[in-house]
């Protein structure tokens, strides 16, 4: 599936929701961010959130520390 991924166009394997996605790119969903076509995502949605060929996701990824 085609997506929209941080500002580039990416070839994605099929996935359900934004949790999915998440454990596919081996990014922990503690520690991102995820606007979805331009809308925030809050972390209790990731599991049900759906994603679609041409969605646009923004996933930033927090850094802590100084």
Request: proline fraction near 6%; charge should be negative.
């Amino acid at each position: 599936m085609k997506l929209q991924l941080n500002g580039k166009l990416q070839e994605v394997p099929e996935s359900e929701s934004l949790l999915d996605l998440l454990g596919m790119l081996h990014l922990p969903a503690k520690t991102v961010l995820i606007e979805r076509n331009g809308d925030p995502v809050p972390r209790t949605e990731f599991a049900t959130t759906r994603i679609t060929e041409g969605d646009t996701l923004e996933i930033v990824k927090m850094v802590v520390g100084g």
